[in-house]
């Protein structure tokens, strides 16, 4: 049988298992699970067909990569090889794996935010009045000495 290339968008629907050959090379299995939408022209709306399910197994560094980044519920674009059918399940070898933007935010190595970004928000401080300088008691104009004894004790 030849391979067959197909791209499938889903969810990966099983913790990521990784294990290494005698060799050392990382191998990780993980299922996946799609699920097709159909416009239902009577209805007004999409609904879900019968979900397909994947199992899916990558090799090397995708391996480690996918065991370090993938957990159960998110939803990922694989581009793979169909190597066959059994239990009601596509078997896929993955050549490329990447998590879906549709619902999530995802951050790479080199765009993460900077340490500066994770510092909590505080609000400015109010700027102090500057200071007013008052004419000296007893001046005409200036404010009764109690006045300024009041002031002073903050009006207690």
């Known amino acids: 049988m030849t391979s067959t290339v197909t791209h499938v968008s889903g969810t990966v629907a099983s913790d990521v298992e990784v294990r290494f050959t005698q060799d050392g090379i990382a191998v990780c299995r993980f299922r996946l699970t799609e699920t097709p939408t159909q416009w239902d022209a009577t209805a007004q709306k999409w609904r879900d067909l019968k979900p397909i399910p994947y199992i899916c197994t990558a090799w090397r560094d995708l391996a480690t990569n996918a065991a370090e980044s993938l957990v159960d519920g998110v939803n990922v674009l694989v581009k793979g090889r169909i190597t066959g059918f059994k239990d009601y399940s596509i078997y896929l070898s993955v050549d490329d794996l990447g998590v879906s933007l549709r619902r999530r935010i995802a951050y790479t190595e080199t765009s993460l935010p900077s340490p500066i970004a994770a510092r909590p928000v505080t609000a400015p401080t109010s700027p102090q009045p500057a200071a007013v300088s008052r004419p000296a008691?007893?001046?005409?104009?200036?404010?009764?000495?109690?006045?300024?004894?009041k002031r002073a004790s903050r009006w207690s």
């Open 137 to 149: 008691a007893g001046r005409p104009g200036s404010p009764p000495a109690w006045w300024e004894q």
